[in-house]
């Protein structure tokens, strides 16, 4: 066995599994899969600072990529196998204004901005080191189910690299068109399922179980060892310091529990002396993490969360066919399938959860963006649930907090139209059957005749 094995995180299972084995859950006892690693047989480097040397060999495209040039904290795969885009050139905003408006003391409050990567969003962390996955053990064809940033960045590796083909299940709800346009265009074979994302999950699961497709969505633990070093570069932007608070949206909660494993990683190996607190934002209408955190007290437990209450739970979702529903259609999930792993997250970084109303998501997307950082609704989430935790005195002024701007503004400019556009018909058609009933951020254009003195009057010039 190599350095690196797959291994149940369920602490009564832990059984072990070659990295070559294509495995998306236990195959004794179902739970989920951490890819872990024998740290005395990887040159870990002594202290996080090393990294930077990696700055002065960027001609080489694994030391250039934000995900690989961190390799030695994710060594599953050897520079030859690595599949690269070069993702992850991201960087940590200081974002004086929105600390203000939060009532945030100014260099306090930080964003960091994820839509920067080749597909425009957080995605590519983590699908470049599935493709790298899939590359190793000679995948021909992959597969993921997506509300659309995942499909759209399955799509680019498997266009850009040629290594192999891939298919892509959509619901045939919300899926913003800025995502299904790339998946599109990069050549993906896309199947739009009659149902939501969690259905498109759940066959698409079920299809790569049975045939030779590799499952690239993120119960597939590769995918979460690329997301880690997003944490990696927040900590870089930062030099090499510890914030108080990670703030990040949560949808299927691979990036959650990426998260916390990175912490966990880094504190155990000695590279940073405490972890942050971490709060994940669901969506009203996709809020089943809060749910059971908050209303249900559900824990980790050492790894053994009460089963019952969650199969009990869903067992009633299928019942009444209940349906996630929100505006921010990247998060519009209502059975999180990391939720094991981001119970851990929550416990390792003293983390907790809250909902926000599609009102507040819109709202405080617009307020990002008019910082000039545009995102899509879900990371909307990430501001609401920061003026939410100041209100609640959970947050202090002085934190240090960092907000995972998950996805890019032009993924979904319907919305962002709808919502600054003034236009009625916009509004009731896509904003007023989510409850959004005010848009007190837009920006809307103003219409004028092409005349000079019009134009001056409306500029307050004339
Ligand atoms: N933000 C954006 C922009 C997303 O696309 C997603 C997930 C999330 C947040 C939630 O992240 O699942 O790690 O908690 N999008 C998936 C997709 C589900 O199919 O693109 P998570």
Same mark, same amino acid.
């Given at each position: 066995?190599?350095?690196?094995?797959?291994?149940?995180?369920?602490?009564?299972?832990?059984?072990?599994?070659?990295?070559?084995?294509?495995?998306?859950?236990?195959?004794?006892?179902?739970?989920?899969?951490?890819?872990?690693?024998?740290?005395?047989?990887?040159?870990?480097?002594?202290?996080?600072?090393?990294?930077?040397?990696?700055?002065?060999?960027?001609?080489?495209?694994?030391?250039?990529?934000?995900?690989?040039?961190?390799?030695?904290?994710?060594?599953?795969?050897?520079?030859?196998?690595?599949?690269?885009?070069?993702?992850?050139?991201?960087?940590?905003?200081?974002? $004086?204004? #929105? =600390? !203000?408006?939060? /009532?945030?003391?100014?260099? %306090?409050?930080?964003?960091?901005?994820?839509?920067? *990567? &080749?597909?425009?969003?957080?995605?590519?962390?983590?699908?470049?080191?599935?493709?790298?996955?899939?590359?190793?053990?000679?995948?021909?064809?992959?597969?993921?189910?997506?509300?659309?940033?995942?499909?759209?960045?399955?799509?680019?590796?498997?266009?850009?690299?040629?290594?192999?083909?891939?298919?892509?299940?959509?619901?045939?709800?919300?899926?913003?068109?800025?995502?299904?346009?790339?998946?599109?265009?990069?050549?993906?074979?896309?199947?739009?399922?009659?149902?939501?994302?969690? $259905?498109? #999950? =759940? !066959?698409?699961? /079920?299809?790569?179980?049975? %045939?030779?497709?590799?499952?690239?969505?993120?119960? *597939? &633990?590769?995918?979460?060892?690329?997301?880690?070093?997003?944490?990696?570069?927040?900590?870089?932007?930062?030099?090499?310091?510890?914030?108080?608070?990670?703030?990040?949206?949560?949808?299927?909660?691979?990036?959650?529990?990426?998260?916390?494993?990175?912490?966990?990683?880094?504190?155990?190996?000695?590279?940073?002396?405490?972890?942050?607190?971490?709060?994940?934002?669901?969506?009203?209408?996709?809020?089943?993490?809060?749910?059971?955190?908050?209303?249900?007290?559900?824990?980790?437990?050492?790894?053994?969360?009460?089963?019952?209450?969650?199969?009990?739970?869903?067992?009633?979702?299928?019942?009444?066919?209940?349906?996630?529903?929100?505006?921010?259609?990247?998060?519009?999930?209502?059975?999180?399938?990391?939720?094991?792993?981001?119970?851990?997250?929550?416990?390792?970084?003293?983390?907790?959860?809250?909902?926000?109303?599609?009102?507040?998501?819109?709202?405080?997307?617009?307020?990002?963006?008019?910082?000039?950082?545009?995102?899509?609704?879900?990371?909307?989430?990430?501001?609401?649930?920061?003026?939410?935790?100041?209100?609640?005195?959970?947050?202090?002024?002085?934190?240090?907090?960092?907000?995972?701007?998950?996805?890019?503004?032009?993924?979904?400019?319907?919305?962002?139209?709808?919502?600054?556009?003034?236009?009625?018909?916009?509004?009731?058609?896509?904003?007023?059957?989510?409850?959004?009933?005010?848009?007190?951020?837009?920006?809307?254009?103003?219409?004028?005749?092409?005349?000079?003195?019009?134009?001056?009057?409306?500029?307050?010039?004339?």
């Amino acid at each position: 066995m190599s350095v690196a094995f797959q291994q149940c995180i369920h602490p009564d299972c832990a059984a072990t599994y070659d990295v070559g084995q294509i495995l998306t859950a236990c195959p004794k006892c179902g739970s989920l899969l951490d890819v872990t690693y024998d740290w005395n047989a990887v040159p870990v480097p002594k202290s996080l600072s090393e990294f930077e040397r990696r700055w002065t060999t960027r001609l080489n495209p694994v030391d250039y990529s934000g995900v690989w040039r961190f390799r030695e904290l994710l060594p599953f795969a050897t520079d030859e196998q690595i599949v690269t885009i070069g993702e992850g050139q991201t960087i940590l905003q200081k974002n $004086d204004k #929105l =600390a !203000r408006q939060c /009532d945030m003391k100014v260099g %306090h409050l930080f964003l960091q901005y994820e839509g920067m *990567n &080749p597909s425009g969003s957080f995605k590519d962390n983590g699908m470049t080191a599935a493709s790298t996955h899939a590359r190793m053990v000679g995948a021909k064809m992959t597969a993921c189910a997506s509300t659309g940033n995942t499909s759209a960045s399955l799509a680019i590796y498997a266009g850009v690299t040629g290594h192999f083909q891939c298919i892509v299940f959509v619901g045939s709800g919300k899926i913003a068109f800025g995502k299904l346009s790339q998946a599109l265009d990069y050549g993906a074979k896309t199947i739009q399922i009659r149902g939501d994302f969690d $259905d498109a #999950l =759940a !066959r698409v699961r /079920d299809i790569c179980a049975k %045939h030779p497709i590799y499952l690239c969505n993120s119960v *597939n &633990p590769f995918r979460l060892e690329g997301q880690k070093t997003i944490m990696l570069r927040v900590l870089e932007g930062l030099g090499w310091q510890v914030p108080d608070w990670i703030v990040v949206p949560g949808g299927n909660l691979g990036n959650s529990s990426s998260f916390g494993k990175a912490f966990m990683e880094l504190k155990a190996l000695g590279l940073i002396d405490r972890v942050p607190r971490l709060a994940i934002i669901n969506a009203s209408g996709a809020d089943t993490l809060d749910e059971f955190v908050n209303d249900g007290k559900l824990v980790w437990n050492g790894g053994r969360p009460n089963a019952d209450q969650i199969c009990g739970r869903y067992t009633t979702m299928d019942r009444d066919n209940e349906r996630a529903s929100t505006l921010a259609s990247a998060i519009e999930i209502n059975r999180p399938v990391n939720l094991e792993k981001a119970l851990r997250a929550l416990s390792v970084c003293n983390g907790i959860v809250r909902k926000v109303s599609d009102q507040e998501i819109i709202d405080s997307r617009a307020r990002i963006a008019a910082t000039g950082f545009g995102c899509e609704p879900a990371s909307g989430a990430t501001i609401a649930g920061v003026l939410r935790l100041r209100k609640e005195g959970v947050i202090h002024a002085d934190d240090r907090v960092v907000c995972i701007l998950t996805g890019h503004q032009l993924k979904d400019p319907d919305l962002t139209m709808a919502y600054h556009s003034g236009d009625p018909q916009l509004m009731s058609k896509k904003l007023t059957p989510a409850g959004v009933t005010s848009t007190p951020f837009a920006n809307p254009p103003v219409v004028v005749d092409n005349d000079e003195v019009a134009i001056l009057k409306a500029l307050g010039l004339a």
